[in-house]
């Protein structure tokens, strides 16, 4: 991501479901007390304190200031580290390495499986959570045709959403053997009438950095219009998800 365009309290004020359903993937992970773990893409810090509620030695990374700002403001007793998923390490190895919601912004995603490899003690286990092959299909749909009718051109790129079978193939590459992947529609509501124009400004800002604010609420405004036919539903906003799970353990 070229530049830090997040911000952390329309975050987590209208998009708490982001770190709400990692707690399901939390289940996935089960932290044990005395552990050492690492949160990948840690966000504003609140799935890493459950981390660490469990008992267990956690960190938190993420590759924007505000959201580690934030996370570190939340929870002083932590530790946050800003890098950047696919270009880090660290002395002591982890027991586990946890992911929720962030690596399909990584592009360099083979860097980031070997990041996250060599991070791990041999027999430790990796848990994660993206953005998987065909996420969000309609949204992004609704988003170029939005610029091509403003004479735009494309978007550009910070999105990578896999299969399962491409991902895998990345994580035995390093040595991690998967236990377990599913991939899986989750129709994810969003909060309020101006849901989806709250998600795309939370989300697509960054997608959308060459064009001038006034540009880019056009297009946010006529991709809204595109997506009530096939996003609005009994009257409620649904972001168009697609996950990807996998747990895997390091040989």
Known sequence: MANDTWNSSLYDQKHSFVYKYGEDVLGLLEPKPGERILDVGCGTGHLTAQIAEAGATVVGLDSSA?????????YPHLKFVQ???????????FDAVFSNAALHWVLQAEAAVKCMSHALRSGGRLVIECGGKGNIRNILTALNQAMIELEQGEMERIWVFHSISEYATLLEKYGLEVNQAFLFDRPTKLEGEDGMLNWLRMFGTVRTQKLSDEMREKAFALANEQLRDVQYIDGHWYADYRRLRISARKL
């Open 66 to 74: 505000a959201m580690i700002d934030t996370a570190q403001a939340a």
């Open 83 to 93: 890098a950047d998923a696919s270009d880090f390490s660290f002395d002591e190895p």
